[in-house]
């Protein structure tokens, strides 16, 4: 019993989770999961939401432009919610917002600040966030620091994908294929990426 006592203090009420999901696939479920596996509510938080909200990183250029950051905000949050009814998770248990990242003084209009931040850490974009979650007094805990090369699925591989007609709708849950197929992103990921190349 005492166990079980310790157990539920570890629990957070609130984490904050983070991330582009310029495609949502399966690794991000369980990176999603392993956050809310320490908290009741999660907050997940839709980073370069709008180009507004958007600022370029010396340190991974690649994730400010369009090439990078092909679905809107709106797109991905269904994409979220379509995985988690899919998985037959409580959506009571999560909300999703806009997370401007790369701005640190605008956390407190879209986060808790008083919730516990989750983070990954693959690289040194992973340590420049730690940074600012570290500067702001935010209560920080690391899911996992692991080398990019042990990374597993990434989002510009899928995209890479089917910009090249490779194989890709095992790497994600089924709802996201179905609804990026009915959105046709394929095709808009293939423009983006032949006026980039």
Not at 77 to 88: D, N, P, S, T, V
Not at 163 to 186: C, F
Request: with cysteine.
């Amino acid at each position: 019993m005492e166990h079980a006592t310790r157990q539920k203090k570890d629990i957070a009420d609130v984490g904050v989770i983070h991330g582009r999901f310029q495609i949502l696939h399966n690794d991000h479920l369980k990176y999603l999961m392993a956050g809310k596996e320490k908290c009741r509510h999660l907050v997940v938080g839709i980073t370069n939401p709008d180009p507004m909200l958007t600022r370029e990183e010396n340190i991974a250029p690649e994730r400010s432009g369009p090439k990078g950051n092909p679905l809107t905000y709106y797109e991905r949050q269904l994409l979220i919610r379509a995985a988690f009814k899919e998985y037959g998770f409580a959506l009571e248990d999560f909300s999703i917002v806009p997370f401007p990242v790369n701005f640190p003084d605008m956390y407190q209009y879209y986060v808790p600040m008083d919730a516990l931040f989750f983070l990954t850490i693959y690289d040194d974009w992973g340590k420049r966030k730690q940074k600012y979650f570290s500067d702001m007094g935010l209560n920080i805990h690391v899911l996992w620091e692991i080398p990019p090369e042990e990374k597993g699925i990434s989002s510009s591989d899928i995209r890479s994908n089917i910009a090249k007609d490779l194989p890709w709708r095992h790497l994600v849950p089924s709802s996201v294929a179905e609804l990026l197929l009915l959105w046709n992103i394929p095709g808009r990921i293939k423009s983006t990426h032949s006026n980039n190349s």
